[in-house]
């Protein structure tokens, strides 16, 4: 199965930048459609952005599209998030997330039961 490891938070001030970055191993890469969610303190996690096989569809919540921007580099087994003009809103822990690519609407793969494969997270925190 495939393993995903995520790094890159830490604290930041509101309007600063931050790029995460999810380590994936124990699988074909490009197989895989990435996904990022994320989860504040005593709330659900939510969808965040995420970003087909070939790195050509992307998807992002209301809430972070025009600021965050996800990618990914094939050739290196990584997926990105991009954190631009950070609010105190965003302030959770990002959970980097795939499944196998099997032509499902963008749309659906908003919801968090569509994502088999998870990992540990890494905290971001926006300062006021």
């Known amino acids: 199965q495939v393993q995903l490891v995520e790094s890159g938070g830490g604290l930041v001030q509101a309007g600063g930048s931050l790029r995460l970055s999810c380590a994936a191993s124990?699988?074909?890469?490009?197989?895989?459609?990435m996904g990022w969610f994320r989860q504040a303190p005593g709330k659900e996690r939510e969808f965040v952005a995420h970003?087909?096989?070939?790195?050509?569809?992307?998807y992002y919540a209301d809430s972070v599209k025009g600021r965050f921007t996800i990618s990914r580099d094939n050739a290196k087994n990584t997926v990105y998030l991009q954190m631009d003009v950070l609010k105190p809103e965003d302030t959770a822990i990002y959970y980097c997330?795939?499944?196998?690519?099997?032509?499902?609407?963008?749309?659906?793969?908003?919801?968090?039961?569509?994502?088999?494969?998870w990992g540990r997270g890494t905290q971001v925190t926006v300062s006021s």
């Open positions: 997330t795939a499944r196998i690519r099997d032509g499902s609407y963008a749309s659906l793969l908003a919801l968090e039961e569509k994502w088999p494969y």
């Open positions: 124990g699988g074909t890469f490009s197989m895989y459609a």
């Open positions: 970003i087909n096989w070939a790195g050509v569809n992307t």
